[in-house]
């Protein structure tokens, strides 16, 4: 075709007139045409080769070529690399061709395609071990600093640092730039950033406003004997669901004087508030744990190539939470039935015997002068200041979801749907950012209106409740960042090559409790090992349910078990651990001697933890509904409690009826 439309050139150019002025003019517009038409044609016909930046040995990496004649039936991709070469057969389909290749060597590779002009491309193939380095770093770092925000710093980092070719200077250009940009590029990870913001300022309005105080106030009101006391701290917590700081502080410090009346132990106190801060935020519709813990579950979708509303998937692994649902059930039974065991009953007969609330005496003036200003004004503390925004950011977000299914089912024509429908094609993000700036609004509102603080007060306190939240955005950043390099870098898949013969899918469920628990309790944060564990355990579920072929339906099971393992499991960790903040707040706020509080919990802990993964995680994975497992796990709670428990006398001792 080239060669056709040059000899018409010249051509054109014979047949113009003998002034060889014009001649001469017309040969370098032809010429001029011909040229553009060349550059045209190979823009079209340019074939394109695609490889990623790094490659593991011997796991396969995705290559695309784009632009190969249509006629063309094979073509030779070449691999080559000072000390080697690789060539594979691969064979195009309509001109493109997108597969997997496998290369068993490390190395530096320069890529070319066989009998064509191509620009070069370059991928550097590393040891396998390296991709769970990064991963495996932040957690170690984590355990050994407790700094889990310099712990995914470094993460990221390393791992940027493998991915550009061990450039230390260039990782760390690469860690600000692209990852952390990256990571607060996309607009869902902004609306979410949002969204834990907006709640955060909310809580800072109706806890300044008294709003917390006034709902505590009137459950204080029913705390007339022993077990109608711990009964009331257990529905405070459940009341105060929407952040556990909040609920820790609140509870403990209002229900103390109460239950000191009462001779409860400062042990048992604590225990109940530690039991029903972390446990009922987390498994809450509406919290300030929902944002961050749907962003992670977004993250994870997105790298296995799930379209699942992470809204709805949240709601659906809330059945499977054993250790927080069976926790706060545990407490109830506790409370109700008046019985206890292991160090717990000991610090029961003690307070009942002797008065003695705590074993040692504890100044907590400083701790009540700490956490005063989360009260606000006693005098102005009114119940429906705290209720009326939270039913806001409640009924909003239903709203808001119902509004945004509805709208996107109308845009695709559905007419005929329901609520599961309705739900998994809303736009949670939307839904919690309406619902929590108008829940902003109305809190706003209400407190100017009432004259309980003035204009630039409650926008101080608006301010102050977007502050705490700041560390929740800053690690959720930096745990999209370090899902960003755990992808690049096929973490998963050389997870799934080393474990994928000798683990079934159905087990991955508790093991990854187990792993969540053992590092959330030794970080003591719940949120940095969702970070860390979220971006791994997602693909590693997907990927090995698809390697031992199973149906769509049970490879769904398992997903949702680890996603609920993960967010069980941290939470057994920030309930428990001695170095969680919520466990040190509750023993703060309760005045109780905090290597008291965890020793008198933690068998506690530990019993619940243990008969949720053998009731629970294990058998729901093979297919057991998880209602079933909930009510198996009750009944063990149950007798457990009747057979190890005894009840305290009012006089003195303890009996076992």
Not at 484 to 507: G, L, R
Request: hydrophobic share 50%; aromatic share 10%.
């Amino acid at each position: 075709m080239l060669n056709s439309l040059y000899l018409i050139s010249n051509k054109v150019c014979s047949l113009t007139p003998a002034n060889k002025k014009t001649n001469y003019s017309l040969k370098i517009i032809l010429k001029s045409l011909f040229l553009f038409v060349i550059i045209s044609y190979q823009s079209v016909f340019t074939q394109t080769v695609s490889v990623p930046l790094v490659a593991l040995d011997d796991i396969s990496f995705n290559v695309k070529v784009n632009g190969l004649p249509d006629t063309l039936s094979t073509v030779k991709l070449a691999f080559k690399s000072d000390t080697q070469k690789k060539s594979f057969l691969l064979f195009p389909h309509n001109g493109n061709i997108d597969t997997s290749l496998v290369i068993n060597e490390t190395g530096k590779f320069t890529v070319k395609l066989a009998g064509f002009e191509t620009e070069s491309q370059t991928v550097r193939v590393i040891p396998g071990i390296l991709s769970i380095i990064p991963p495996l770093l932040a957690i170690l770092l984590a355990l050994i600093f407790r700094q889990v925000i310099l712990s995914l710093i470094f993460g990221v980092y390393i791992g940027a640092v493998f991915i550009y070719d061990y450039n230390p200077l260039t990782g760390l250009l690469r860690l600000v730039d692209k990852y952390i940009i990256n990571s607060l590029s996309d607009v869902s990870h902004i609306q979410i950033v949002v969204f834990t913001l907006l709640f955060g300022g909310m809580i800072g309005l109706i806890s300044k406003s008294g709003g917390t105080r006034g709902i505590a106030n009137v459950i204080t009101k029913f705390a007339k004997t022993r077990r109608s006391t711990m009964l009331s701290t257990w529905l405070s917590g459940l009341l105060i669901f929407f952040d556990d700081y909040a609920n820790s502080l609140i509870v403990g410090n209002l229900m103390r004087p109460v239950t000191d009346k009462m001779k409860i132990s400062r042990e048992k106190l604590s225990f109940i508030v530690d039991a029903t801060a972390a446990p009922v935020a987390s498994v809450f519709i509406i919290s300030s744990w929902i944002g961050y813990e749907v962003g992670l579950i977004q993250q994870g979708l997105n790298m296995i190539g799930s379209t699942e509303n992470a809204y709805s998937t949240f709601l659906v692994t809330i059945p499977y939470r054993f250790y927080p649902l069976m926790m706060i059930a545990f407490v109830f039974m506790i409370s109700y039935l008046r019985r206890d065991f292991g160090p717990m009953l000991k610090a029961e007969r003690r307070a009942v015997e002797t008065g003695k609330v705590t074993a040692a005496e504890i100044d907590i003036t400083k701790d009540l002068s700490e956490s005063s200003e989360l009260f606000g004004n006693e005098d102005k503390a009114k119940w429906y200041n705290g209720v009326v925004p939270i039913l806001v950011i409640i009924f909003g977000t239903i709203a808001g979801l119902v509004y945004t299914g509805i709208s996107k089912l109308n845009l695709l024509g559905v007419t005929d749907y329901g609520i599961r429908d309705i739900i998994s094609n809303s736009d949670s993000y939307l839904a919690l950012l309406w619902s929590s700036f108008g829940a902003c609004v109305v809190a706003a509102v209400m407190i100017i209106s009432q004259k309980i603080m003035k204009l630039h007060e409650t926008i101080d306190a608006w301010f102050i409740g977007i502050r705490s939240m700041l560390l929740a955005a800053l690690i959720l950043t930096l745990a999209w960042a370090i899902g960003s390099i755990t992808v690049e870098m096929k973490t998963a898949d050389y997870i799934i090559s080393i474990i994928s013969d000798s683990i079934s899918p159905h087990y991955l469920p508790v093991i990854v409790f187990i792993v969540s628990a053992l590092i959330s309790f030794a970080t003591g944060t719940s949120w940095g090992t969702m970070a860390i564990m979220m971006p791994i355990v997602i693909p590693l579920a997907s990927s090995v349910s698809a390697l031992y072929n199973l149906p769509a339906i049970e490879t769904t099971i398992i997903l949702h078990g680890v996603i609920s393992s993960v967010l069980a499991g941290c939470v057994f960790g920030d309930h428990c651990s001695p170095i969680s903040d919520t466990t040190i707040l509750s023993s703060m706020a309760s005045g109780c001697d905090h290597v008291d509080h965890v020793r008198t919990q933690l068998p506690y802990a530990i019993v619940v933890a243990i008969v949720g993964m053998l009731l629970g995680d294990i058998p729901t994975a093979f297919g057991l509904s998880p209602y079933i497992s909930l009510v198996l796990i009750g009944i063990v709670l149950l007798g457990i409690i009747f057979i190890f428990g005894r009840k305290v006398n009012q006089a003195g001792g303890y009996k076992t009826g």
